[in-house]
């Protein structure tokens, strides 16, 4: 197990390498993208105040965030076949990372509406705007201006969360890895040109967020976080809605 160079650039630039790159990076936009959908709609849901929407949201987001990610996927890949629900290996991963992250994506979007003023809410009302009307013209643009920071930074995990798809055999940066490791036995050359990878990805996906981040910035304005305290089963029943 020697270092040279010379090995390191050669396994850095091989197709195979750089397959398993792009195979992470689309599977990480890609698996974002539909977490996003997923959690407006289920913030959507929890901010209409109904107590069985409500309900449905804390057992969605307790269940997904309760559990390992792991776990989620040996579950859609090897268990959801018993009951004759056959997913190829990408539409495994796709549908469990959308769901995964989805339920993240729902909390972080929740604080970004509740972090907008009641006043605007009531002038919404006042002005005839429905709820759903006033949820996609007036109150979700603001709250996703105010969850970029948060959202860019699961973005930045997703890189990483992909990784775990290889214990269902796709084929993205780390399950390639693995294999040319466990070929040649240069664990040291070929884990550090995994390492530099998904340090590039990260790296410039940083880059890229600042930029949106400085983009769209409203002064005197902070990214909007979770709250604790904010969500828990005895509001599920509360009569009183957000709207």
């Given at each position: ?129 429905g709820y759903w009307q006033a949820m996609t013209v007036l109150l979700v643009p603001q709250a996703l201006r105010l969850v970029i920071p948060t959202v860019g930074n699961q973005v930045n995990g997703m890189f990483k969360y992909t990784s ?80």
């Amino acid at each position: 197990m020697t270092w040279t160079w010379n090995l390191f650039w050669h396994y850095a630039t091989s197709s195979q390498f750089v397959q398993g790159a792009w195979t992470t990076v689309w599977l990480t936009f890609a698996s974002m993208g539909g977490a996003i959908i997923v959690g407006l709609i289920f913030a959507g849901l929890h901010e209409a105040g109904n107590p069985l929407f409500r309900l449905l949201y804390l057992t969605y987001t307790t269940l997904i965030r309760g559990t390992p990610l792991l776990l989620q996927l040996v579950f859609v890949y090897t268990v959801l076949p018993l009951a004759g629900v056959r997913l190829s290996v990408t539409e495994a991963a796709l549908l469990t990372l959308c769901v995964n992250e989805g339920a993240y994506e729902a909390e972080v979007i929740r604080s970004g509406l509740e972090s907008i003023p009641v006043g605007q809410r009531e002038a919404a009302r006042v002005t005839g705007f429905g709820y759903w009307q006033a949820m996609t013209v007036l109150l979700v643009p603001q709250a996703l201006r105010l969850v970029i920071p948060t959202v860019g930074n699961q973005v930045n995990g997703m890189f990483k969360y992909t990784s775990l798809v290889s214990i269902i055999s796709m084929s993205e940066l780390f399950r390639v890895t693995q294999e040319a490791a466990d070929a040649t036995f240069q664990f040291l050359v070929i884990y550090s040109v995994a390492a530099a990878y998904y340090l590039a990805m990260t790296g410039v996906w940083t880059l890229i967020q600042h930029l949106i981040e400085r983009a769209v910035r409203v002064p005197g304005t902070q990214a909007a976080r979770p709250k604790r305290s904010s969500i828990g089963w005895r509001a599920v029943f509360s009569l009183k809605g957000s709207w």
